[in-house]
């Protein structure tokens, strides 16, 4: 099926910066919308920012200016840049991308395991 797996989450001090990738692999025919999402302990997930493969972005307000997303489409990856990271950002970064496994199915979302991101004041 479809494997994604994301790398660079880590611990940071307040105002430090972060680089979050995920990779796709398995059977993929075509990658749509890619993109991250976040669950802080006793929140809700929310969307943090999405990409299409035609490169159009999208952005939660709260990360708007400090994060930026961005993907390889050759090499089926996005990456989440973060910059000026406050304490609040503390969460699991998961990634995800609508995935078309042939021409013959729909895309479905697929989910990477997540990557644990903490902030230190």
């Known amino acids: 099926q479809v494997q994604l797996v994301e790398s660079g989450g880590g611990l940071v001090q307040a105002g430090g910066s972060l680089r979050l990738s995920c990779a796709a692999s398995?059977?993929?025919?075509?990658?749509?919308?890619m993109g991250w999402y976040r669950q802080a302990p006793g929140k809700q997930r929310e969307l943090v920012a999405d990409i299409t493969s035609g490169g159009t972005t999208n952005y939660a307000d709260s990360v708007r200016g400090r994060f930026t997303i961005s993907r390889d489409n050759a090499k089926k990856m996005v990456y989440l840049q973060m910059n000026s990271l406050k304490p609040e950002y503390t969460a699991v970064y998961s990634c995800?991308?609508?995935?078309?496994?042939?021409?013959?199915?729909?895309?479905?979302?697929?989910w990477g395991q997540g990557a644990q991101v903490t902030v230190s004041s």
């Open positions: 995800h991308a609508d995935v078309r496994i042939s021409s013959y199915y729909r895309s479905k979302y697929y």
């Open positions: 398995g059977i993929i025919f075509t990658i749509n919308t």
